[in-house]
């Protein structure tokens, strides 16, 4: 089916930036959306940002104006670039992709994680 290798993250100082990238390979018939989630400790996993098929883009309103979502069709891979970073920005971040593998039949597939810290 699909998967995704995500890279990036790590440790950085509040206002520093970072850049998420997420790998997508496998049966890809048709994208439905592609996105990044977090989960801070103790807390749910959030949405975001979104890119639909339609490249319609949809971010949560604390990343607004701050991150960037961007899509490569031609690599099947998406981005997150994260600027002004805050401390409430520290999670886990998480590449979602949802796609057809098949005319029929799709699935909801998710990256391994990548740890993001922001602290000085």
């Known amino acids: 089916q699909v998967q995704l290798v995500e890279s990036g993250g790590g440790l950085v100082q509040p206002g520093g930036s970072l850049r998420l990238s997420c790998a997508a390979s496998?049966?890809?018939?048709?994208?439905?959306?592609v996105g990044w989630y977090r989960q801070a400790p103790g807390k749910q996993r959030e949405l975001v940002a979104s890119?639909?098929?339609?490249?319609?883009?949809q971010y949560a309103d604390s990343v607004r104006g701050r991150f960037r979502i961007s899509r490569d069709n031609a690599r099947n891979s998406v981005d997150l670039q994260m600027n002004s970073l805050k401390p409430e920005d520290t999670a886990v971040y998480y590449c979602n992709v949802k796609a057809y593998y098949s005319a029929t039949s799709w699935g909801d597939y998710w990256g391994q994680g990548a740890q993001v810290t922001i602290s000085s």
């Open positions: 890119i639909t098929g339609g490249a319609s883009i």
């Open positions: 496998g049966s890809i018939f048709r994208i439905i959306s």
